[in-house]
């Protein structure tokens, strides 16, 4: 099971981008990268999910390199409502990985 | 539409009384989930479920028990709490075909004096 490091927690200003990594070098082979966003007092809710290289929505980028051994998740243009915690989730019910296990995520603050 | 809904919402408890918290799902999904979440901590995984009938034990799984009767419903049980598993509870679900996307319940949250 790919276990996931983040960093503890980010600041950065409104208007601006904002890149967070997450590290998962056992990650197998049929794993997925997923990311979640959880506001306080309500459960976490999928952001985005990709395999390798780019995917992007109508909410943010995930990138993933070529030895998808980390991947980063990009805010475009962040403003205070994205002021959340951000999980990375590496697994695959595909792949018969079912103990899908969250890391510490990172808090993430934006400042006016 | 009502997804994946947790009973109850808020609940205390005094140290050594048991109770039951209920998850309920209306998208048949065969996968589900517990998680507990700390104050300022990230989720932990307490048990889950792969279908009717079968469960498994997660990352924190002690002082609890869960049950699957039915495919729609996963149940987590505390038979004797203590002021340690004061937490929130978040219940969530999956279809077994799924890369990783889980859908969560809004939680609950429990209070052991």
């Known amino acids: 099971l790919a276990k996931t490091t983040q960093p503890i927690s980010m600041d950065s200003y409104e208007g601006q981008e904002v890149n967070i990594t997450c590290s998962h070098n056992?990650?197998?082979?049929?794993?997925?990268i997923t990311w979640y966003q959880q506001f306080p007092s309500q459960g976490p809710r999928f952001i985005i999910q990709?395999?390798?290289t780019k995917v992007t929505n109508e909410v943010a980028s995930l990138f993933i390199p070529a030895d998808r051994k980390s991947s980063t998740l990009s805010l475009p243009r962040v403003s205070l409502s994205d002021t959340a915690v951000y999980y990375c989730?590496?697994?695959?019910?595909?792949?018969?990985?079912?103990?899908?296990?969250f890391g510490t995520g990172t808090r993430l603050t934006i400042i006016p | 539409n009502a997804g994946v809904t947790q009973t109850p919402k808020f609940r205390v408890l005094k140290t050594g009384q048991s109770m039951t918290l209920l998850c309920a799902q209306d998208m048949n999904h065969e996968y589900m989930y517990w998680y507990r979440q700390d104050p300022g901590m990230g989720l932990r995984l307490i048990h889950y479920?792969?279908?009717?009938?079968?469960?498994a034990k997660g990352e924190v799984p002690d002082g609890y028990n869960v049950s699957r009767l039915k495919k729609q419903n996963f149940l987590l049980g505390l038979e004797s709490a203590a002021p340690s598993q004061t937490s929130v509870y978040f219940c969530a679900s999956t279809a077994f075909q799924n890369t990783g996307e889980l859908f969560f319940g809004e939680g609950s949250r429990l209070t052991v004096l």
């Open positions: 056992n990650i197998a082979t049929n794993d997925y």
């Open positions: 990709g395999y390798k």
């Open positions: 479920s792969v279908g009717e009938g079968t469960t």
């Open positions: 989730l590496v697994g695959s019910l595909a792949g018969g990985n079912e103990k899908l296990t």
